[in-house]
């Protein structure tokens, strides 16, 4: 079988570029290894929700049309709206059919080993579109297999409520998004909970009477490509600020959560049965996040100033709470830990691409989603051109700069008269 696009992953990026192709009437195939969207609810916990308002959600030909536009959407009312996209438009999704491997063909184009519920089978294309996100394989350290086996080990991606646990205290590793708003979530239920900080920073919910993500989207952050951002591409492996949307969206405070008897530790260092180490980098991590948090509402007040907006009165973050000492070690036995999660992310697997299009650590090269090789694109990737391009706010436009390349190559070059 051979097909014009092949789209591997049918999430919101693939689904995306689907539509666009469908609108210009291009022959193509969206491969998915499970269902469409099936992220939204196989790796997500209960309690999750949106950290972006809801009017982030716009993709092509389809946005956000709900009664909370600054409210943020939970796990379920996300799959749902991505389910209504699909139905909007019957996109050509072969589902329960995984890549197994991509290889280029001789000539140009490429071959696919598809495995589908019929067996292996084999599918050709002139172009490829990998819209399968970058966070592919759950990171554990190598010393989780050196804790006692009687303490649960689960990863945030398998995480779902506090209720799968078994009784006692939790050891949350991490303090990224997930890590973060997990902690909060067992801390809600009333579980004892330890997290050990990793480095990640924060950001205030509101400020000055807005969503401090409305403002920075105002303030255009959202669109500055990774190149003219502070760092540059070095930004792309930045850790996201932690916040949450639950209850209507509120910061997180790590500080607070100290306050009110969640005991924390800086970065884990080594495991060996039931005795943890950590490093003394507690108040080092907490001040560093209240850095960033302090310095988006200095750039929000300079933005309100310099654009003469009428708004309330800002301030600063003032610690509620500050360690008087460094715990280094952890005993799980004596604390009553039965359980940890891992929360220090994910990290791309793409051994089934047989192209060679990355770098010395396994991830893609590309400009704006375009790799080197004619023909192969990713999409979805965070950072894959801005800020915006691992939400839904900055999936369109990525799409449609990928899109464009596709429909370049198929068009006819004009002829000179």
């Known amino acids: 079988m051979t097909v014009p696009v092949a789209i591997v992953g049918a999430g919101q990026a693939g689904l995306s570029v689907s539509w666009l192709l469908k609108r210009e009437g291009i022959e193509h195939v969206l491969l998915e290894a499970s269902t469409t969207a099936h992220e939204w609810t196989d790796r997500r916990w209960d309690s999750f929700t949106l950290v972006t308002p809801n ?88 010393f989780a297999a050196a804790i ?36 909060e979530d067992l801390h809600l239920a009333g579980r004892s909970v ?15 009477g807005r969503d401090c993500m409305t403002w920075l989207a ?30 209507g969206g509120r910061d997180i405070d790590l500080r607070r959560f100290a306050a009110d008897g969640m005991r924390l530790y800086g970065l884990m260092s080594d495991a060996e049965g039931t005795r943890l180490s950590f490093e003394p980098t507690v108040a080092t991590a907490l001040d560093a996040a209240d850095a960033v948090y302090n310095s988006i509402c200095r750039d929000i007040d300079a933005y309100i100033e310099r654009e003469g907006i009428d708004a309330p009165p800002g301030g600063r973050y003032e ?44 991830a893609p090269t590309h400009t704006r989603g375009v790799t080197s090789v004619p023909g192969l694109y990713f999409l979805g990737l965070p950072w894959m051109h801005t800020w915006g391009s691992g939400r839904f706010a900055g999936i369109a436009r990525d799409a449609e700069h990928v899109f464009g390349c596709i429909v370049g190559a198929h068009r006819p070059a004009p002829v000179d008269r």
Not at 97 to 125: I, N, Y
Not at 194 to 208: C, I, K, N, S, T
Request: hydrophobic share 35%; with cysteine; aromatic share 10%.
């Open 55 to 142: 009017w982030h959600c716009r993709l092509p030909g389809y946005a956000y049309e709900g009664d909370d536009p600054d409210g943020f959407m939970d796990r379920e009312e996300v799959a749902r709206w991505l389910a209504g996209y699909a139905a909007s438009f019957d996109p050509p999704v072969r589902e329960h059919t995984a890549v197994t491997s991509l290889a280029e063909r001789e000539g140009g184009g490429f071959v696919l080993t598809l495995l589908g519920p019929d067996g292996d089978e084999l599918l050709e294309a002139e172009h490829v579109v990998l819209a399968t996100g970058g966070y592919h394989l759950p990171i554990v350290p190598p």
């Open 319 to 362: 610690p509620v709470w500050t360690p008087d000492h460094e715990p280094r070690v952890l005993d799980l036995a004596e604390a009553g830990v039965s359980s940890i999660v891992w929360a220090i992310g994910y990290r791309p697997d793409y051994r089934w691409v047989r192209v060679g299009v990355f770098d010395g650590s396994g």
């Open 218 to 247: 105002d303030m255009g952050l959202y669109e500055t490509p990774v190149q003219q951002y502070p760092g540059g591409r070095a930004a792309r492996e930045k850790t996201n600020h932690y916040v949450t949307g639950r209850d």
């Open 194 to 208: 330890h997290l050990a900080l990793g480095d990640a920073p924060r950001v205030a919910r509101f400020y000055r």
């Open 148 to 183: 006692d086996p009687t303490i649960a080990q689960v990863h945030s991606a398998d995480y779902r409520n506090p209720d799968q646990l078994p009784e006692g205290e939790v050891l949350v590793v991490g303090s990224g998004q997930s890590g973060a708003q997990i902690a």
